[in-house]
């Protein structure tokens, strides 16, 4: 029987359950909390663009940011889970990988993982199901 973990996440949170040899039970592994992606843009800027003086009557920012704040916090958590994984991969914790989470950031966490983690996704699931706890997880997520 392969090992099977399950990643329920969005871009707040995320909890690594490990499956029961029979399915029937699931065991949380790790939960990480990230506050920063529920936090919206402008609590995530801490400075008004750079200014750059083209003209003494005209003045425009400098550097505008092409990602919004909030993305780059959801690409960083993504990153984040995308490196634990590829650790724990590394050890051998798992041979198959089910994917939990909201359809964006769902194909964020995917975009992140290494060519090598994403050969061991077997499922993904484009479902938020962060708020459940394991007992109905188990009856919603097919394995």
């Known amino acids: 029987m392969q090992r099977t973990w399950v990643v329920v996440s969005d871009a707040s949170r ?29 609590e995530l800027l801490t ?3 750079g200014r750059n003086q083209q003209s003494r009557a005209l003045m425009r920012p400098a550097l505008e940011p092409t990602t919004q704040p ?12 995308a490196k634990l994984l590829e650790l724990r991969l590394a050890e051998n914790a798992f041979e ?16 992140a993982l290494s060519t090598h983690a994403a050969k061991h996704v077997a499922m993904s699931l484009d479902k938020d199901y962060t708020s459940l706890e394991a007992a109905e997880l188990l009856e919603r997520v097919p394995l």
């Open 70 to 81: 909030h993305e780059v916090e959801v690409e960083r958590f993504a990153h984040q889970i």
């Open 96 to 111: 198959r990988l089910v994917l939990v989470s909201p359809p964006h950031f769902l194909g964020t966490l995917r975009s």
């Open 47 to 49: 400075d008004k663009p």
């Open 14 to 42: 995320c909890r690594i359950f490990e499956v029961g040899p029979r399915r029937d039970k699931w065991k949380m592994l790790q939960s990480i909390e990230y506050p920063q992606g529920r936090a919206k843009g402008h």
